[in-house]
């Protein structure tokens, strides 16, 4: 099983500022994801973190506001970009190894 | 595209009791079905997972899920529940078919009174 360590584990923010979510696997692993958890709602994906090449973002998800790096096998950041209070999330790292995806402990994120 | 409906956003129960939480999912082919359960301030930890042959599959906790597939349903069980067991519970499926990237739903909290 992958170990995940995700930081900030919590953070509060001004509107208008970035926040760099760091993502680091104990393992390599091909495949990473950046979800949110919106207050009371379940996750959502916001994209697929790819080595080598440019994320691949779902429906209602764009680089300029997510911007997302993958330098290697093992490490992956998302950055929420020009924050607003709606970014007031939970944002988690996952990865998926064989059948099975395991996720870090999220970044709470509070904007004022 | 595959959905998963959890109908119940809270359930209470009281400790000692049995939980049954409900999932049916959409998806076209075989399924990969999981729970998750995410205590508060906690990322998700896995309690089981059904990919193929015994349709009762066994988690950590004590809890247990049968995938019922003419009923698309895929409910987690347990017999006793205990007071650490308040959580925040997601069901997901995925595809079989290669790529793994889990659909949830939008979860069910369970409320345990002493």
């Known amino acids: 099983s992958a170990v995940i360590s995700q930081k900030p584990s919590r953070d509060i923010c001004q509107r208008g500022t970035s926040l760099t979510i760091q993502c680091q696997v104990d393992s390599q692993v091909t495949m990473m994801f950046w979800y949110r958890q919106q207050p009371g709602q379940s996750l959502t994906l916001i994209a697929t973190?790819?080595?080598?090449?440019?994320?691949?973002?779902e429906s209602g998800f764009v680089i300029d506001k997510f911007p997302i790096s993958r330098p290697n096998l093992t490490f992956s950041t998302l950055t929420v970009s020009n924050m607003s209070p709606e970014d007031s999330s939970i944002y988690l790292c996952?990865?998926?190894?064989?059948?099975?995806?395991?996720f870090g402990q999220g970044t709470r994120l509070t904007v004022v | 595209a595959q959905s998963v409906t959890q109908p119940d956003i809270h359930i209470t129960v009281s400790e000692g009791a049995s939980l049954e939480l409900r999932c049916n999912y959409s998806?076209?082919?075989?399924?990969?079905l999981f729970w998750y359960v995410q205590s508060p301030g906690q990322g998700l930890q896995l309690l089981l997972k059904?990919?193929?042959?015994?349709?009762l599959v066994q988690g950590i906790k004590g809890f247990e899920a049968e995938f019922k597939r003419s009923q698309s349903s895929f409910n987690l069980r347990k017999p006793s529940v205990h007071w650490s067991d308040a959580a925040e519970y997601f069901c997901?499926?995925?595809?079989?078919?290669?790529?793994?990237?889990?659909?949830f739903g939008r979860g069910t909290s369970l409320i345990v009174h002493p």
């Open positions: 998806y076209g082919a075989t399924p990969y």
């Open positions: 997901a499926v995925a595809g079989s078919g290669g790529s793994y990237i889990p659909t």
């Open positions: 059904y990919f193929s042959g015994d349709t």
């Open positions: 973190a790819n080595q080598g090449s440019e994320a691949t973002y």
């Open positions: 996952s990865v998926g190894e064989s059948t099975e995806a395991f």
